[in-house]
């Protein structure tokens, strides 16, 4: 089962909010643009996988360890459904 992602813009959104860092903003557009290649390369949904790279490491500055990201990351994306 897939659930729901936030669009682009959401994504967009909620990096920006949450990554002030520009090499780390830099780092997620980097493997959104990865993740759009290599799922068109295999017939997936370039928009899905697309997101998920870009938003991938939005909440590492305010939970740099292993131990709370991406827990501390996936709580938020299911507070807000």
């Not at 305010?62 to 996936?74: F, M, S, Y």
Request: hydrophobic residues 40%; glycine residues 8%.
């Amino acid at each position: 089962t897939t659930g729901a992602l936030p669009t682009r813009d959401e994504a967009l959104a909620l990096l920006h909010e949450w990554i002030e860092n520009p090499a780390l903003r830099k780092h997620c557009y980097l493997v959104e643009a990865a993740m759009r290649a290599y799922a068109e390369k295999s017939g997936e949904d370039a928009d899905r996988w697309g997101v998920t790279g870009l938003i991938h490491d939005f909440d590492w500055e305010k939970h740099p360890d292993l131990e709370r990201h991406p827990v501390q990351g996936v709580a938020v994306l299911r507070e807000k459904g």
